[in-house]
């Protein structure tokens, strides 16, 4: 089975300019995550969705991120305008069955430099 | 609030022999799960072991085996016969309440 799949695996981009992340996750997966890596803060929950409705946002951080999930197969990440300080990898992670033991599968990242 | 704690920024120690991985955690809710979760170099995250908060017997996967104490909320890794690729980030984490929280991480190196 495929794993969970997100692109780009890398970005460097000018800093005001739209960014958009995109994962695929696992097919059968109803909740998907995605989170922020940085040496500074480790890894962060920014938002994560259940069933394709965005279940708990309060890790976004702030309104130039944005996320949605149009169908249960893909999900964006939208950040607008970037600023340097959003340079991190993004990780994308899905999960089976709501409730039930927690474990997560993570996609290879986005590592994301804005300049 | 869920938070997890990993005192150890960085260890390492010599190829075969054991380390043990420190955690602890905190949480409201009283069915939770445990992971140790591996990122080596590649940055990709792997799931090492698992730990439901309802069974007392401790996890154990081939090398690698926890001890978990729910009253005193540890939940350390024991990594047995050390190998080269086992170099790597390893983080622990708390599911509850439908999210999974993450420490600070361990850089542990295995030494040749």
């Known amino acids: 089975d495929a794993g969970v799949i997100q692109s780009p695996r890398h970005e460097v981009t000018e800093m005001g300019q739209e960014v958009t992340l995109r994962c695929k996750p696992i097919?059968?997966?109803?909740?998907l995550f995605w989170y922020r890596q940085t040496m500074m803060r480790g890894l962060e929950l920014l938002i994560y969705?259940?069933?394709?409705?965005?279940?708990?946002d309060s890790g976004m951080p702030e309104d130039r991120f944005s996320a949605k999930m149009p169908n249960a197969s893909f999900s964006t990440l939208k950040i607008q305008p970037s600023e340097p300080r959003d340079s991190a990898v993004y990780f994308c992670?899905?999960?089976?069955?709501?409730?039930?033991?927690?474990?997560?599968?993570f996609g290879e990242g986005s590592r994301l430099t804005v300049l | 609030a869920q938070t997890v704690t990993q005192s150890q920024p960085e260890m390492s120690v010599q190829e075969a022999e054991t380390v043990t991985l420190s955690c602890t955690y905190d949480?409201?809710?009283?069915?939770?799960?445990l992971f140790w979760y591996k990122q080596p170099p590649s940055r990709q995250m792997i799931l090492v072991i698992r730990?439901?908060?309802?069974?007392?017997q401790n996890a154990t996967e081939n090398r690698f085996s926890v001890n978990f104490q729910k009253a005193a909320k540890s939940f350390s890794l024991k990594i047995s016969d050390s190998q080269l690729g086992d170099t790597a980030m390893y983080f622990c984490?708390?599911?509850?309440?439908?999210?999974?929280?993450f420490g600070t991480g361990t850089r542990l190196t295995i030494i040749p």
């Open positions: 949480t409201s809710e009283s069915n939770y799960y």
């Open positions: 969705f259940n069933n394709n409705v965005p279940i708990d």
């Open positions: 984490s708390n599911f509850g309440n439908e999210k999974l929280t």
């Open positions: 730990q439901e908060a309802y069974k007392q």
């Open positions: 097919s059968g997966h109803n909740s």
């Open positions: 992670a899905s999960r089976r069955d709501r409730g039930r033991h927690g474990e997560l599968f």
